[in-house]
Nanobody, 115 residues
Framework: QVQLVESGGGLVQPGGSLRLSCAAS????????MNWYRQAPGKQREWVAR???????YYADSVKGRFAISRDNAKNTVLLQMNGLKPEDTAVYYC?????????WGQGTQVTVSS
């Protein structure tokens, strides 16, 4: 069972940047599918980005070109670099290991984009 802890959230102005970190208690070397999701108040959880063990990445259209997901297997960490932040990016961001048993979720980190 992998435990995940997100960090790096905070308050930024529109156009600013943040780097979120997802630290795993266990190795992510053998985890094929790592994801970031987000959930804004009153809205459904939204998938944001995915990275496979091959390094292949996928992004939601809403963040494509602005966000970048990466993984550091040696440090058991998944990162989400967020650039060009918009107010609509405001949400709690969650890290997810999709193919662990059961799937693992962190507690979330708050990202607020506001002037």
């Amino acid at each position: 069972q992998v435990q995940l802890v997100e960090s790096g959230g905070g308050l930024v102005q529109p156009g600013g940047s943040l780097r979120l970190s997802c630290a795993a208690s266990g190795s992510i070397f053998n985890i094929y599918n790592m994801n970031w999701y987000r959930q804004a108040p009153g809205k459904q959880r939204e998938w944001v980005a995915r990275i496979y063990s091959t390094g292949r990445t996928y992004y939601a259209d809403s963040v494509k070109g602005r966000f970048a997901i990466s993984r550091d297997n040696a440090k058991n960490t998944v990162l989400l670099q967020m650039n060009g932040l918009k107010p609509e990016d405001t949400a709690v961001y969650y890290c997810n290991a999709a193919d662990t048993v059961p799937p693992a979720w962190g507690q979330g980190t708050q990202v607020t984009v506001s002037s």
